[in-house]
């Protein structure tokens, strides 16, 4: 891999480690700016189609436990982890491209409460989301999300919203007035039905569905999901036949629905990059140091996933092959470079006794041969 880059070998950890030790809040801002470059250069996000096609943000917070003299490492919510310190990660990600727009990195006590304005500005700035685009953006968050203040703000900057409400005392009012429950055929014991009290408090009209279902100890639990969208709008995002919005359940289980799939898009992205890159395991003392080593997971993320798409045309089962397959089945394929008498890389030969080397030869020169640069197969 060093080779393809100009370089014949890698810096020693010792040297990689003292480098992110020294970095300074400067470094820190040049990376993000690099980052950033490189994410308009590259991403499917950055040049979505809003006319044609809603943009969906899926914005999400994970725990990232370290040791307690790290700084900014306090006690916070870490899942089945107790009295725990650490810090807390924010994500936007542009989930019809699984491409992770912004990262940002709080201290340990911070929530979704507190760090969605943050994370919607830095993302409105890296995709420089315009009056006109933001009214094509929907932002899909948790219940961290759903308070008056943060839905009303997000509301008044243009954005359409699909969240859950923070307060669960109001989601259980609110579903005192629903007159009719209706089963979900998705998930066992689980009721929907329509909040019908008028919904004032919100600066642009809102659409909410009360959920229901059985606790343990027999008792009703609720949540109600907050949308701006049409029932047009949520019928199509969850690939339903059009002519379901004639039909009151169809409609009204969508909107369920739809904020159910976060489980399939920011949720999943940061797995994976638990799995396939190690989010959690790398953790430095420094605020700055951490700061640099996310803004390189970051970076990994996404070349990963832009080589997913470039590589899968020729090779259709990479489309659904998550980061940890990626690394360790297409990343650590073995081959030799060969170069010209003056060092130009002029033929790449990939190991034939790795899975799947045909397709991925043929796809590699599609790719590489404007360059003029051959890929074949062979014995390595």
Known sequence: MQQAFGRDRCAEQSTIQATLNACTAENVGQLTA???????????????????????????????????????????YFPNQRNRRGRQLGRVLATRYSEVVVDHLFAGTIQLTRALRPLIEAAEQVLELSAAKRART??????????????????????HLHTKDFSTARARRLAASVTEWLDDPAIS??????????????????????????KKNGQ????????TMTARDVIEETHQPLSQVLSHQAVTLAYVRF???RGGGVETAIKDDKQGLGLT???KKRFEAQQMVMLLGTL????????????????????????KRMVRDIFHISGRIVRNARGRIVEIVLNQAAP????????????????HIAVSWGQI
């Not at 045309?313 to 092959?321: F, G, T």
């Open 300 to 323: 990994a993320h996404n070349v990963i996933v832009w080589a997913r798409r470039a590589l899968a045309p020729h090779q259709p089962k990479l489309r659904y092959y998550g980061l």
């Open 189 to 214: 014991g689980r009721q929907v039905g329509w909040v019908t009290t008028p919904a004032t408090e919100y600066v642009r009209d809102m659409r909410r569905i009360a959920v229901r279902w059985r």
């Open 259 to 261: 904020y159910d799939q």
């Open 281 to 283: 395991k790398r953790n």
């Open 356 to 371: 799947m080397v045909r397709g991925l030869t043929r796809s590699f020169d599609v790719l590489l041969r404007p360059k």
């Open 34 to 76: 690099a980052v950033t470059a490189i994410y308009r250069q590259h991403a499917q996000g950055y040049r979505h189609p809003y006319q044609r096609q809603w943009q969906l943000l899926d914005v999400d917070m994970m725990g990232a436990p370290c040791g307690k003299k790290a700084a900014l490492a306090t006690k916070g």
């Open 138 to 159: 929907i932002v899909r968050v948790d219940a961290g999300g759903g308070s008056l203040d943060d839905i009303n703000w997000l509301l008044a900057r243009g954005y």
């Open 220 to 227: 009703w639990d609720y949540a109600v999901v907050l949308s």
